[in-house]
């Protein structure tokens, strides 16, 4: 008997189970009990909830937008109800310490908050036409059917950003969640069930990447993909998907930089370095990995921040004594071990941690000791590569411009920090770093539902998540000319 029932599919308002008859477990990476097992669905299930979405979509683009709005506030008020339980569940599939988790909860009902305010915005435009009695305006329509393919990482957070915008902007939504965290996917889908949202318009289809994942990018009922995940498959995605002539809005790896100038204050960077470094164990995509710090004041911050890290506590996110919990899963944890001996080769100083933690219970999950190298060069791999574990390289810089290009020279552009009390360098550095958000005396992490989110370079694809530029991916302009002369009119011709 497993903790959890079976999460499967939710397709038309049904929990259906995957025409496979097949199964795929839920491993707690605490201590690698099996929750539960999720519906390993194929194709025919994915055709199934496309089917939902497109015909529940028909009806509900014409439900007025402030009515569509009402079901986001009572999945606010849900979520809210469900907090603690949820976040419980989270830590428990992904691993996440529970403060963490309940913060990612209260992200899911933030932007639940925010996007029912969209329900009396979604604003077009008017202006005047260069004709005379003609009116000229653009407005913004669904898309359509929206596929939402999330990673394990932040299982209900990012699910909020993409299917929130989609849903109260008329569109319908089918989601295939990680694999590796179905029963958060399941909560937030009962969610929307029980705050009335009508039956199909968003279906979850739970499966493999490889499976369900790349049925989406080749639906022809499907108008436009939103990820979040590696970049490895994001550009797989982008290339399958605009094939198709899909819309693909895409939000992939980091390797962001906290820069610590010598004139900063070195104890609220080390708060925020330990912060941005080992939240979530380091799986963030905002996470830093990178100590950028000016060569007079490295001794003094790593004096600072080794023993701070020495104390962290590592063990079940249940805890709540408990700083970091474990990584997701037994190929993270040999991912991060390899780097560090990369590292070790490259001639990086291991300052500490670089090992698995297996002391008594630990031995059941997936711990890994939070990591700090110094004495690295900016070419290393270590440098240069996302690692998404604990480990946190240190690399000391000449001046303020060396700096900013340490911080720019690597292919990912998600976040960037800088601490320093210098006004000018600040306003250089929020011109000239190349990420999609800069922090000034603040981490790599901490983006605020209402503003936009997403990187630069390898990071993404122009697109954003979050804020009102979320509405850009979920919409169509649709612009509109009601000419109400009597006559036919000839822009640019009967003018001049
Ligand atoms: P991670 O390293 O976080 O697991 P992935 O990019 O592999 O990163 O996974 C993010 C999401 O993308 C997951 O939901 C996963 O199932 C999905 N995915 C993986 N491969 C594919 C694919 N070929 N097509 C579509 N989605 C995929």
Redesign the pocket.
Known sequence: MHRFEPCLNFIGGRWCEPKTGQYGDNVNPANGEVLGVWARSGADDLDDAVRAAREAQAAWRLVPAPERAKVLRRVADLLRDRKDEIARTLTMEMGKVIEEARGEVQEAIDMADYMAGEGRRLFGQTTPSELPDKFAMSVRAPVGVVGI?????FPIAIASWKSLPAIVAGNAVVW????ETPLTARAFAEVYQEAGLPAGVLNVVFG???VV??A??SHPGIDVIS????T???R??ASRAGANLKRVSLEMGGKNAITVLADADLDLAVDAIVWSAYGTSGQRCTAASRVIVEREVEEALLARLLPRVQALRVGDGLDPAVHVGPVIHEEALAKIDRYVRIGVDEGARLMTGGRRLTEGTLAQGYYYAPTVFAGVRPDMRIAQEEIFGPVLCVMAVDSFEEAIRVNNGVKYGLSASIFTRDVNRVFRAMRDLDTGIVYVNAGTTGAEIHLPFGGTKATGNGHRDSGQAALDVFTEWKTVYVDYSGRLQRAQIDNN
């Open positions: 393919i999330t990673p394990w990482n295939k969640p990680a694999e493999d990447g490889p994942g790349e989406m990018l990820f979040t995940g590696s490895e498959t994001g797989h995605i």
